[in-house]
């Protein structure tokens, strides 16, 4: 039993005699295939959430795997079952739970930030998290349900409709998913992204880009949307600049979607929006029909979402994996935690 932990100042080490946690009853025992490493991930590692995670703890919540073991009173989920994991505990007894918003719970849990996760060989977690994966979905692409799941939620919170326009700002993976969840579902697209890298990729899978740094988004959007405005603004960046600009670009009665976390109040164009009758939403994390409609995205062979994945790292090269992410513009670095190799 092996688990990459973090220890806390920046490191994360292998522990190659970690302990084991047998499934309980109502519970589930994954033998673990990959981790993704997300932003919030980063976070921890540069302890940013030191408040909220155990040291030393096993990190994250985007994986995939097969079922090892269930626990007694478990059914639907039988050994060897592909599956992923909606990393989500709240408490089911509050007014937010009762009317039905548990993932937005005052007393949620994200395992894998508040309880250890899945970079390690055996992930015990509640059997009401697991997510069944169709046989015909890989393992590597399986890992970026819990991403793309982020994504479906956000364009769901937009009420986005085929044949408007989506302006996404920023093109991290988020952003990207954003993207192509907005194109699937019909709209004209447009990804404001000052990396070119990240703007070739957007480009490849049919989303046209802008450069804010060198040209005039607000002169782009008009040539889509005969001088009016997005119909919808994600705000995916997580800058105080591009918050303050998403309410430029939205059209009168127009929606902006704040997905990115932003830890310190920002400013906000208030007048523009009562002027406009903007609406301001926040989106976050997601729901099982949210995890639901990923999974049957990816069965479908609707998305690319494999090209996201710019690495695959044995377990053992877990804090190189966080190094490569920290700091450049890598799409998403998956650990292959069964992998005992130098490369996965």
Same mark, same amino acid.
């Given at each position: 039993?092996?688990?990459?932990?973090?220890?806390?100042?920046?490191?994360?080490?292998?522990?190659?005699?970690?302990?084991?946690?047998?499934?309980?009853?109502?519970?589930?025992?994954?033998?673990?295939?990959?981790?993704?490493?997300?932003?919030?991930?980063?976070?921890?590692?540069?302890?940013?959430?030191?408040?909220?995670?155990?040291?030393?703890?096993?990190?994250?919540?985007?994986?995939?795997?097969?079922?090892?073991?269930?626990?007694?009173?478990? *059914?639907?989920?039988?050994?060897?079952?592909?599956?992923t994991v909606m990393p989500l505990k709240w408490c089911g007894q509050c007014k937010t739970c009762r009317a039905g918003h548990q993932h937005i719970c005052p007393q949620l849990q994200f395992i894998g930030i508040d309880s250890p996760g899945a970079?390690?060989?055996?992930?015990?977690?509640?059997?009401?998290?697991? *997510?069944?994966?169709?046989?015909?979905?890989?393992?590597? &692409?399986?890992?970026?349900? &819990?991403?793309?799941?982020v994504a479906v939620h956000d364009v769901s919170r937009s009420r986005l409709v085929a044949g408007e326009t989506a302006l996404v700002i920023g093109g991290g993976p988020i952003g990207q998913l954003i993207a192509l969840v907005a194109l699937r579902?019909?709209?004209?697209?447009?990804?404001?992204?000052?990396?070119?890298?990240?703007?070739?990729?957007?480009?490849?899978?049919?989303?046209?880009?802008?450069?804010?740094?060198?040209?005039?988004?607000?002169?782009?959007?008009?040539?889509?949307?005969?001088?009016?405005?997005?119909?919808?603004? #994600? &705000?995916?960046?997580?800058?105080?600049?591009?918050?303050?600009?998403?309410?430029?670009?939205?059209?009168?009665?127009?929606?902006?979607?704040?997905?990115?976390?932003?830890?310190?109040?920002?400013?906000?164009?208030?007048?523009?929006?009562?002027?406009? &009758?903007?609406?301001?939403?926040?989106?976050?994390?997601?729901?099982?029909?949210? #995890?639901?409609?990923?999974?049957?995205?990816?069965?479908?062979?609707?998305?690319?979402?494999?090209?996201?994945?710019?690495?695959?790292?044995?377990?053992?090269?877990?804090?190189?994996?966080?190094?490569?992410?920290?700091?450049?513009?890598?799409?998403?670095?998956? *650990?292959?935690?069964?992998?005992?190799?130098?490369?996965?």
């Amino acid at each position: 039993m092996r688990a990459a932990k973090y220890i806390g100042d920046g490191r994360i080490t292998l522990d190659p005699e970690a302990e084991e946690f047998p499934p309980g009853s109502g519970e589930v025992q994954i033998e673990v295939a990959y981790s993704g490493i997300c932003g919030t991930d980063l976070h921890v590692l540069h302890g940013d959430m030191d408040q909220r995670v155990q040291i030393p703890s096993a990190l994250g919540h985007e994986m995939s795997g097969r079922v090892h073991r269930v626990g007694e009173g478990v *059914v639907g989920i039988s050994t060897g079952d592909a599956v992923t994991v909606m990393p989500l505990k709240w408490c089911g007894q509050c007014k937010t739970c009762r009317a039905g918003h548990q993932h937005i719970c005052p007393q949620l849990q994200f395992i894998g930030i508040d309880s250890p996760g899945a970079m390690q060989s055996r992930w015990t977690v509640p059997a009401e998290t697991v *997510v069944p994966v169709p046989a015909n979905v890989d393992l590597r &692409e399986a890992a970026l349900i &819990e991403p793309l799941a982020v994504a479906v939620h956000d364009v769901s919170r937009s009420r986005l409709v085929a044949g408007e326009t989506a302006l996404v700002i920023g093109g991290g993976p988020i952003g990207q998913l954003i993207a192509l969840v907005a194109l699937r579902a019909g709209a004209n697209v447009v990804l404001s992204e000052p990396d070119q890298g990240r703007r070739h990729f957007a480009s490849e899978n049919g989303i046209r880009t802008v450069d804010p740094l060198s040209a005039d988004l607000a002169a782009v959007l008009d040539e889509h949307t005969d001088g009016v405005g997005a119909d919808v603004v #994600f &705000e995916v960046a997580g800058l105080s600049a591009t918050a303050l600009d998403a309410m430029q670009h939205a059209r009168p009665r127009g929606r902006v979607v704040i997905v990115a976390i932003h830890p310190k109040p920002v400013p906000m164009d208030l007048h523009r929006m009562f002027w406009r &009758e903007l609406e301001v939403l926040g989106a976050r994390v997601y729901e099982r029909a949210d #995890f639901d409609k990923a999974v049957e995205l990816l069965s479908a062979g609707q998305l690319p979402v494999h090209r996201l994945i710019s690495d695959v790292v044995p377990l053992e090269k877990a804090q190189d994996a966080f190094v490569k992410l920290s700091g450049s513009q890598a799409m998403k670095v998956l *650990v292959d935690v069964q992998s005992q190799g130098e490369q996965a």
